[in-house]
């Protein structure tokens, strides 16, 4: 298993300002992702985090909105950029300690509103 | 692309009820299967999983088994709690990828 420690845990943000989450893990894990659960809503997939490179972005994510960063094995981060208010949301950070097929363990999330 | 299609709810059940979330999913090959619970303002917990076909996970009273040949992965528990009050996430992690993707959660609220 792995611990993960998220922060913020929320926060209440202005139109237009970037936040930046910290994920954090207790033990060097094999793949970091990034998820969104807007209200109400299922989790959507915004990214695979890898270390040293660029992150890998699913269909209707991109860079420039949502920038990651991964420089070792157990710390990642995800910044959202000029924030709107369709932006608020949980964000997820989940990880897996073993290869495919192998279940993710999650943060407790951080909860964004943007006004 | 693989899928999971979950029953929506809201589920609203009294105590000691039966319980059943339905599950089916899409996929190449053979992925592994999961169900999630979220308990009012915590982050998701692996609540069990089977990794092959006919494989059943089980844990807190919560049953599921891994049916190929329906494509399914229902939840089931045969005398619900108050505490068993949360949304609950059915989720696939295929051979070919390292993601995981989510249906779209069921509310279960059980009343005393």
């Known amino acids: 298993s792995a611990v993960i420690s998220q922060k913020p845990s929320r926060d209440i943000c202005q139109r237009g300002t970037s936040l930046t989450i910290q994920c954090q893990v207790d033990?060097?894990?094999?793949?970091m992702f990034w998820y969104r659960q807007q209200p109400g809503q299922s989790l959507t997939l915004i990214a695979t985090a890898n270390q040293g490179s660029e992150a890998t972005y699913e269909s209707g994510f991109v860079i420039d909105k949502f920038p990651i960063s991964r420089p070792n094995l157990t710390f990642s981060t995800l910044t959202v950029s000029n924030m709107s208010p369709e932006d608020s949301s949980i964000y997820l950070c989940s990880v897996s300690t073993g290869w495919v097929g192998r279940e993710l363990f999650f943060g407790e999330g951080s909860r964004l509103t943007v006004l | 692309g693989d899928s999971v299609t979950q029953m929506e709810g809201p589920v609203t059940l009294s105590e000691e009820a039966f319980l059943t979330i339905n599950c089916t999913y899409t996929a190449t090959g053979y992925p592994s299967l999961f169900w999630y619970v979220q308990y009012p303002g915590e982050g998701l917990q692996l609540l069990l999983k089977a990794t092959k076909a006919d494989d059943k996970g089980s844990n807190k009273g919560f049953e599921a088994t891994y049916r190929k040949e329906t494509t399914s992965f229902h939840l089931e528990k045969g005398s619900v709690q108050v505490s068993d009050s949360a949304v609950y996430f059915c989720?696939?992690?295929?051979?070919?990828?390292?993601?995981?993707?989510f249906g779209a959660g069921t509310r279960l609220t059980v009343k005393p």
């Open positions: 989720a696939l992690s295929g051979r070919d990828n390292n993601d995981m993707r």
């Open positions: 033990s060097q894990v094999t793949m």
